[in-house]
């Protein structure tokens, strides 16, 4: 992966992908871009069973191996670690600097007092390993003592409220022909698919959400939680409706002659997760399946267009999937894609439907039109060890990005997403916050490391004995020594003679200057200074009587046409929803941010944000969608104005 790609698009939210190294030991990522250019303070841990090596990761910034063991053979509590006691004999071999020792300590604990951890802090009162009281105090030892594991303490709050009001406002109108939606609770209601109820076999019967059977809520994979309840949608429908028909299956069943008033309501899916799991053949992602629905969702849908002359399909989804078989059949007037709900997959759901509130979700990528829009997924790359790699080849060019350079339309573009409302963007302004120069100003000094005071002598073999009458815990790691290994090790650093093979140019001197992109958390500080502010505003522009609606604004850069670097067409940059649902006829103004780094590119020479241009043409696109834009404001005249065709 190029530098510039690795700044602009995977470090810009966050960084995990790597170069030809594991991520647990890629000193690149954890120590000059998180550490030293992000200024990140906290530690670094691995994921569960991710560390690979010992002394390396160590060096290269890894802070915390977790849970401890090695991954040679992916069984947990196998009695071996690459750190634990290996930490212990390396630091007093000499290996890994007691310097490097202090930063992992100092880093795990000011994470503890950062979290409050240190005054009236909870206990953790559940177990990870069974859902009864009792059980055993250490997991995975024989003979381990039985105690109260799970407490049952509901922490839940109102967790509830928030987790349907995200549910809700994700919920993304596709398709409403003619307005068909909302409809009544008084219409007859036929719902198909195995998606609309929750799992019959029990809401966390499968392990780790590794199958897609009843309600898809969210993917597989050790990330998942178990649901404290599910309210499904068939269950919410007849709640609320009066006349409601369903038919708990994939499969087109035989059903009585509809009438034209009848509303047919499809629910269909497209699973993913982790590759610990297969499901269905797919290896977490969706290599089997593509991006096709699953258990025969399109032939539902198309069966169910051909029966009824109104049909609402439902999608849970965790990204694009292809709905040309079905979407411009003329029986399917709305399709809704409801993402992964969750537990509150119900009244989220069928408030929408039947117009108790508008929708206001808009797509976070694009749906195309075919798989082959897209570029490959994967260049794949012969390596030694037999395995594939992903050259990102396509560097900036993905999803909205690769499908404006190569004009190509997508069925819905990145950012649609409809509502019961119509909405007009009106009275734009833009105003100059910061004069912006080519490189942003010097950043700040490195603050004084707390390491610095802590003692960086070599520590006594007697300080890794394993301690007298310690009842040790059969399959338990520790990070003591037998005495013998303790002074043996020992007498390796302390004569100094055998050193480990570091890296070229490994130090354990922090350089008192850092990378001119760096600072604090988040690196200099001075490239998130905003540049530019937008107003616009939004006015609910329908009919009275109709719902009222959340607007959506979206911001996307243009940069200009004189920048003399390759940029994509337009670059999602802020976006803002009106605060409140706006009745007919009322409007509110919402404020856009464009900072110095929505401006800038990576220049991989100077190692820092660049803008090429600071006086040019900078165009700051304004609308609902990437492809529907009528606001546009310039950086350099600052003037605003509509009905400039926008370049996607």
């Known amino acids: 992966m190029d530098d510039r790609t690795l700044h602009e698009l995977y470090l810009w939210p966050f960084a995990d992908g790597i170069n030809g190294s594991a991520a647990s030991q890629n000193s690149y990522l954890l120590n000059k871009l998180l550490k030293d250019e992000l200024g990140f303070q906290g530690p670094v841990m691995t994921d569960w069973l991710g560390q690979i090596s010992g002394v390396a990761s160590a060096l290269a910034g890894l802070d915390m191996s977790m849970p401890g063991d090695t991954v040679g053979n992916n069984i947990p509590l196998d009695g071996y670690s690459n750190w634990m006691y290996e930490l212990t004999r390396s630091v007093l071999n ?126 597989w994979g050790s990330g998942s939680a178990n649901y404290p309840y599910i309210d499904d949608p068939i269950s919410s429908f007849k709640r609320k409706a009066t006349n409601v028909t369903y038919y708990a299956t994939d499969n087109f069943p035989s059903v009585p002659a509809p009438t034209e008033d009848d509303v047919a309501v499809v629910f269909i899916t497209s699973d993913a997760g982790e590759n610990t799991y297969t499901v269905e053949g797919n290896h977490g992602d969706r290599d089997a399946s593509g991006l096709e629905a699953w258990h025969n969702g399109d032939e539902l849908v198309q069966k169910a267009a051909a029966k009824y002359s109104n049909v609402v399909v439902v999608v849970h989804t965790v990204g694009p999937i292809i709905v040309e078989p079905w979407i411009d059949l003329p029986s399917v007037k709305a399709v809704l894609i409801a993402h992964l709900p969750g537990q509150e997959a119900g009244d989220s759901l069928t408030e929408i439907i039947y117009g108790e509130t508008s929708p206001s979700g808009h797509l976070p990528y694009s749906i195309p039109v075919s798989e082959d829009d897209y570029p ?14 992903d050259t990102y080849s396509e560097g900036l060019y993905i999803d909205y990005r690769y499908l404006n350079k190569n004009n190509i339309k997508p069925r ?5 997403g409809l509502s019961y409302a119509s909405f007009s963007f009106s009275n734009a302004s833009i105003t100059r916050v910061t004069e912006l120069s080519e490189v942003p100003p010097t950043r700040p000094a490195k603050p004084k490391s707390p390491v610095a005071s802590l003692n960086t002598t070599l520590p006594a073999a007697s300080e890794a004995y394993f301690p007298d009458g310690l009842d040790r815990i059969w399959r338990y790691l520790y990070p003591w020594l037998p005495k013998g290994e303790a002074d043996a090790a020992y007498k390796i650093g302390a004569a100094g003679d055998k050193k480990y093979p570091y890296p070229e140019g490994y130090s354990d001197k922090q350089k008192e200057d850092g990378p001119p992109a760096g600072g604090p958390s988040g690196g200099n500080p001075t490239v998130w200074d905003v ?52 009745a007919p006829g009322q409007s509110e103004t919402l404020e856009l941010s464009i900072s110095r780094r929505d401006v800038s590119v990576w220049d991989t020479a100077r190692q820092n944000w660049v803008v090429p241009k600071p006086d040019g043409k900078y165009k700051i696109w304004v609308g609902e969608a990437s492809d529907n834009l009528p606001v546009v404001c310039y950086s350099d005249s600052l003037e605003c104005e509509t009905g400039v065709k926008s370049p996607v």
């Open 94 to 219: 000499g290996s890994v600097p007691v310097d490097r020792l202090n930063d992992m300590a100092t880093r795990v604990v000011a994470t503890w007092y950062q979290l409050g951890q240190d005054k009236d802090y909870p206990p953790p009162n559940f177990s990870t390993n069974t859902a009864d009281r009792e059980g055993p105090l250490y997991p995975g030892a024989l003979f381990s003592p039985i105690g109260v594991v799970n407490e049952y303490v509901n922490v839940q709050a109102d967790h509830k409220v928030v987790a349907k009001q995200v549910a809700q406002e994700a919920i993304t109108l596709l398709k409403n022909n003619g307005s068909f939606l909302p409809i009544s609770t008084s219409a007859p209601l036929f719902v198909f698919g195995t998606d609309a109820q929750a799992d019959p076999k029990g809401i966390n019967s499968c392990t780790d959400k590794s199958c897609n059977r009843g309600l898809l809520g969210m993917g």
């Open 376 to 389: 490959d997924s994967l260049d794949l790359v012969a390596t030694p060890f037999s395995q594939t790699q």
């Open 412 to 416: 819905f573009a990145f950012g649609h």
């Open 531 to 582: 540049a530019y502010t937008i107003k616009v505003t939004v006015t609910n522009t329908a009919k009275e009587g109709t719902t009222a609606g959340k607007a959506v604004a979206q911001a996307y850069v243009q940069f200009p046409e004189d920048a003399g670097v390759d940029t994509p067409v337009i670059q999602l940059r802020d976006f803002a929803k009106t605060g409140k649902a706006l």
